[in-house]
T-cell receptor, first 112, second 115 residues
Framework: NAGVTQTPKFRVLKTGQSMTLLCAQDMNHEYMYWYRQDPGMGLRLIHY???????AKGEVPDGYNVSRLKKQNFLLGLESAAPSQTSVYFC???????????FGPGTRLTVL | AQKVTQAQTEISVVEKEDVTLDCVYE???????LFWYKQPPSGELVFLIR??????QNEISGRYSWNFQKSTSSFNFTITASQVVDSAVYFC????????????FGKGTSLLVTP
């Protein structure tokens, strides 16, 4: 099992460009999450999904969109990147809500 | 509202010292879960422990131990005989029933263990 994987690992964007971050899990987990980590801020929830075809907003959703067309994949999109979106992005998944969340290795995104 | 406070931003100890990382939480949920994650310099998040709100027994795993006290809303983490490999950022997190059971993280404590 690869667990939770994230693509890409690093990316540099210019302001206004768009991109999609891919999270994939091979554990048949129902719940998936996107967090961002900024220095001194801990991790904050961007969006989450409680099952295939469902998504919901978290604490800091502005500027991001998500989709969960397949159970194993959770995509995070930035339509028009801004320097404030420079961060490390982590994806996580869990079997169900009350279970332990397992994290991917993270994607380091820089927006110039 | 759910909140996790890790008051210690940075801690520096010499190898073999014991160190305790503090975690205080706030929640209105009667059922909740508390977690500790380790983030080594390589950047990944490593799960250490999960504790539910109905289980106040302390837990020990090798050099790691956790003290959960509902009366003081604390879930502290102690490393005994610290080692250089323990150097990392440690996050305490709380999960209640909101936002799809997402985790609410503290801001983390950076632990540096020097030889």
């Amino acid at each position: 099992n690869a667990g939770v994987t994230q693509t890409p690992k690093f990316r540099v964007l210019k302001t206004g460009q768009s991109m999609t971050l891919l999270c994939a899990q091979d554990m048949n987990h129902e719940y998936m999450y996107w967090y961002r980590q900024d220095p001194g801020m801990g991790l904050r929830l961007i969006h989450y999904s409680v099952g295939e075809g469902t998504t919901a907003k978290g604490e800091v959703p502005d500027g991001y969109n998500v989709s969960r067309l397949k159970k194993q994949n959770f995509l995070l999109g930035l339509e028009s990147a801004a320097p404030s979106q420079t961060s490390v992005y982590f994806c996580a998944s869990s079997r169900f809500g009350a279970d332990t969340q397992y994290f991917g290795p993270g994607t380091r995104l820089t927006v110039l | 509202a759910q909140k996790v406070t890790q008051a210690q931003t940075e801690i520096s100890v010499v190898e073999k010292e014991d160190v305790t990382l503090d975690c205080v939480y706030e929640t209105r949920d009667t059922t909740y879960y508390l977690f500790w994650y380790k983030q080594p310099p390589s950047g990944e998040l490593v799960f250490l422990i999960r504790r539910n709100s109905f289980d106040e027994q302390n837990e020990i795993s090798g050099r790691y131990s956790w003290n959960f006290q509902k009366s003081t809303s604390s879930f502290n983490f102690t490393i005994t005989a610290s080692q250089v490999v323990d150097s990392a950022v440690y996050f305490c997190a709380l999960r209640g029933s909101n936002s799809g059971y997402a985790l609410n993280f503290g801001k983390g404590t950076s632990l540096l263990v020097t030889p």
